[in-house]
């Protein structure tokens, strides 16, 4: 004899030969029982699967927003180096059309704003390493959660088919 939920309902064995002795009301009342446990179990798993892969979507989603960041990071560092560049040699002209030399306080002048800007570029690049770090991060996490989500499927599944095999048994007796 087989061994399926209906069966196990129906006393174990059998099939309908097993079930004779039920009204055809007791009988409608645990098929419906285990095609509720069926239609619980694939809702569950289409559960399980759209979690799993909203995970996988926001973990790209993370992904990608952190390759923005890198680039958003070094368009950033990159401004700030034309701008130094730009002023000092502004600087540079407005120096040589005065007919200053470049010793002495302009070029103090000029080492302060070189290093001003080389601040800003190390902030601009820390700051959206950190950013970057915290997007790759939360990304690992959907990941993790994806995977986690894809190994309890099974154990959820299998305690939905028990649960509707434990109150197709019970209906059962109830109504024997």
């Known amino acids: 004899m087989p061994f399926t939920a209906a069966a196990v309902a129906a006393g174990g064995g059998g099939g309908a030969a097993a079930a004779t002795g039920l009204t055809l009301g ?6 419906a029982s285990i095609a509720g446990t069926a239609v619980s179990v694939i809702g569950q798993r289409q559960q399980s699967k759209a979690a799993e892969d909203a995970a996988k979507a926001n ?3 993370l992904q990608v927003q952190a390759q923005q960041e890198e680039a958003v990071t070094k368009e950033e560092i990159s401004r700030l180096e034309t701008e130094k560049k730009r002023r000092t040699s502004r ?3 407005l120096a040589a059309n005065a007919g200053i030399d470049l010793v002495g306080t302009p070029l103090l002048q000029e080492e302060g704003i070189a290093g001003e ?9 820390t700051a959206g390493r950190q950013r970057q ?3 790759q991060s939360r990304a690992v996490g ?3 959660v994806a995977r986690n989500i894809r190994r309890a499927s099974p154990f959820r599944t299998g305690a939905t088919i028990l649960t509707g ?4 048994a019970e209906l059962r007796s109830s109504l024997a």
Do not use: D, M, P, W
Request: glycine fraction near 6%; hydrophobic fraction near 50%; aromatic fraction near 6%.
């Open 117 to 125: 800007i080389e601040e800003e570029k190390q902030f601009a690049g």
């Open 26 to 31: 007791a009988k409608i009342a645990i098929a």
């Open 91 to 93: 600087l540079r002209v």
């Open 142 to 144: 959907q990941k993790n």
């Open 59 to 61: 973990a790209a989603a």
């Open 133 to 135: 770090f915290g997007l």
């Open 165 to 168: 095999v434990s109150r197709t």
